[in-house]
C-alpha cells in the first residue's frame, strides 16, 4: 500500500513530521512556519497600489515594522495549497460539499448563509492573528515550540474563546453531529 | 519588495510538505476542527501537541549548536488577548484556522474558499485601521520577547518534558476521529 495515496495518516505521524518541518524551517530559511503576515503584506500591497499616497501619512506604512514582501513566508501559503491539493488528488479525498453536516443541522442547507458566516468568521479570524501578530502556526506551533510566554497565552486563549464560541453556536447537541 | 528566488523556492518547498501534511492529518476539514472545538474529536491537539514536542527538541537543539536563531513574539497584552478573542471566535464560525482553511481549499471546499477571501479582507481592514489598533495592541503591557523559562525560573529542558507529557497525555487519554469505512482509501493497482 502506498502511503501517499491514504485518505488519513495517524496524529502522531503528521505532528511529528511538521515538528521536523519547523527543524528544517529554522535551519533552512531562519523563519518559522506561520500563515497570516503574508495577507497582512498582500493587503497592504493592494491598498498602497490602490492609493499611493498613503505611505506619506497612514501610521502602518511610517512603521518601520511594516514592510510588505513577498517572500519566503508568502511562498510558504501557495505551497500549502498546492500541498494540500496534491494530497487530496493523490487520495481522492477532495469534496463538492459546502454546508457541512453540524453547520446545516443548526443554520439550515443554506449556502448563502454558510458563505456569509464563512467570509464573516475568517474576516475577525485574521484581524484578531494580525493583532496578536500570529495564527495557530505562527504561535500555536511555531511559537509555542520556542517556548514564547505570548504563544502560549495566545494558544489558551483561542482554544477557552474558541470552544465556549462553539458551544454556544451549537450546544451539546451538536457534538452527535461532528 | 521581493526576496531571493532562492527563499521563495525554499518557502514554496516547506509549505508543499506543510499543506501535504495538513491534508493528511484530516485538519482541513470543518467537522474535524469543530469536533475539537466540541472537545469530541482530539486529532487537532494531538497533532499539534506531537508536533510542538519534537519541533522543541530540534529547534533547541539548532540553537544550542548555534545553527539557528529564536524568533520570539512580543507579549504585548492588548495584541495577544484582544487578538485571541477575535481569532477565537472567528475560528468557531468559519470552522478553519489560517493554515487549514487553505489546506482545505486545496481539498475543494468551497466555503473555505469563501473564508480565505474573507481572510484577506480582514487583512485590509486590519491595515487600513492600523491607528485605530495600534494603541490597543501597544499600550497594555509589553513584556517584550519573553519566554516561559525567563518568566518563570525553571529551565528550557524542563519545560520541554513538561510539554511532551501533556502530549503523550493527551494522546492517550484522548480519542480522535477515524476516517470512515467509505473514506478508507480503495484498492488500487499498486503493489
Not at chain 1, 147 to 164: D, E, K, R, T
Not at chain 2, 158 to 175: D, F, K, T, Y
Request: hydrophobic residues 50%; aromatic residues 12%; glycine residues 14%.
Amino acid at each position: 500500500m502506498n502511503v501517499f495515496l491514504q485518505k488519513a495518516w495517524s496524529p502522531y505521524v503528521v505532528g511529528a513530521g511538521i515538528g521536523i518541518l519547523s527543524w528544517f524551517a529554522f535551519a533552512t530559511a531562519d523563519h518559522p512556519i506561520g500563515i497570516t503576515t503574508p495577507f497582512e503584506h498582500s493587503a497592504a500591497l493592494v491598498i498602497q497600489a490602490g492609493v499611493p499616497d498613503i505611505i506619506q501619512n497612514h501610521a502602518y506604512y511610517q512603521n518601520p515594522e511594516n514592510t510588505p514582501v513577498i517572500g519566503w513566508e508568502w511562498m510558504l501559503v501557495i505551497g500549502v495549497l498546492v500541498g494540500a491539493a496534491w494530497s487530496a488528488y493523490l487520495s481522492g479525498d477532495h469534496t463538492q460539499e459546502v454546508v457541512s453536516e453540524l453547520w446545516k443541522w443548526r443554520f439550515g442547507p443554506s449556502i448563502p448563509i454558510r458563505l456569509t458566516g464563512a467570509f464573516l468568521g475568517g474576516a475577525l479570524m485574521m484581524i484578531g492573528a494580525r493583532l496578536a501578530k500570529g495564527c495557530t502556526s505562527g504561535h500555536g506551533i511555531s511559537g509555542t515550540l520556542q517556548l514564547a510566554v505570548s504563544s502560549w497565552i495566545f494558544v489558551l486563549v483561542i482554544f477557552s474563546v474558541s470552544a465556549l464560541t462553539a458551544f454556544f453556536l451549537f450546544g451539546k447537541k451538536g457534538r452527535s453531529h461532528v | 519588495m521581493f526576496e531571493s528566488p532562492d527563499r521563495l523556492v525554499l518557502g514554496l518547498a516547506t509549505g508543499i510538505v506543510f499543506g501535504f501534511l495538513l491534508q493528511k492529518g484530516r485538519v482541513a476539514k470543518y467537522q474535524v476542527i469543530l469536533g475539537q472545538l466540541l472537545l469530541k474529536d482530539w486529532t487537532v491537539l494531538k497533532i499539534m501537541l506531537t508536533a510542538i514536542g519534537v519541533g522543541a527538541i530540534g529547534v533547541y537543539a539548532l540553537v544550542a549548536l548555534e545553527m539557528a536563531n529564536l524568533h520570539i513574539k512580543p507579549m504585548l497584552w492588548g495584541g495577544v488577548l484582544l487578538g485571541g478573542i477575535f481569532f477565537g471566535i472567528g475560528i468557531a464560525i468559519f470552522g478553519y484556522c489560517p493554515g487549514t482553511g487553505v489546506a482545505a481549499c486545496g481539498e475543494g471546499r468551497k466555503d473555505a474558499m469563501v473564508g480565505v477571501a474573507g481572510m484577506l479582507a480582514g487583512a485590509g481592514i486590519f491595515v487600513w485601521m492600523y491607528p485605530m489598533w495600534l494603541p490597543i495592541i501597544r499600550d497594555y503591557g509589553d513584556w517584550g520577547k519573553i519566554t516561559l523559562s525567563e518568566v518563570i525560573g525553571i529551565p528550557g529542558w524542563v519545560w520541554i518534558l513538561l510539554v511532551i507529557m501533556i502530549a503523550v497525555g493527551i494522546n492517550l487519554a484522548m480519542p480522535h476521529s477515524c476516517p470512515t469505512i467509505q473514506d478508507k482509501p480503495e484498492k488500487t493497482g499498486f503493489p
